[in-house]
Nanobody, 116 residues
């Protein structure tokens, strides 16, 4: 069993930056493929960025060049550095961990609000 706890959300002005963190409990964090997803009001949850256990990165087009996903396996922590934020980035951001086709965990989310 893995528990994921997100932190770092909040209110930020357009053009600002935030860094989200996701701390995982349990062992074998390094073996999980990790990702950030987000869900804006009235929208479906969407992929933002992923990082595999081997370090391969993937981003949705709308955040390329602005967001950076990274992981610290020694600290069991996943990060999302978000720069040049816009109101369109307002959403609840969720941390996801996957291992194989059947093992998947979600955090409870952290709210990011981009507004002046």
């Amino acid at each position: 069993q893995v528990q994921l706890v997100e932190s770092g959300g909040g209110l930020v002005q357009p053009g600002g930056s935030l860094r989200l963190s996701c701390t995982a409990s349990g062992r074998a964090f390094s073996f999980y493929n990790m990702g950030w997803y987000r869900q804006a009001p009235g929208n479906q949850r969407e992929l933002v960025a992923t990082i595999t256990s081997g370090g391969t990165l993937n981003y949705v087009d709308s955040v390329k060049g602005r967001f950076t996903i990274s992981r610290d396996n020694a600290e069991n922590t996943l990060y999302l550095q978000m720069n040049s934020l816009s109101p369109a980035d307002t959403a609840v951001y969720y941390c996801n961990a996957r291992r194989g086709p059947l093992i998947e965990y979600w955090g409870k989310g952290t709210l990011v609000t981009v507004s002046s």
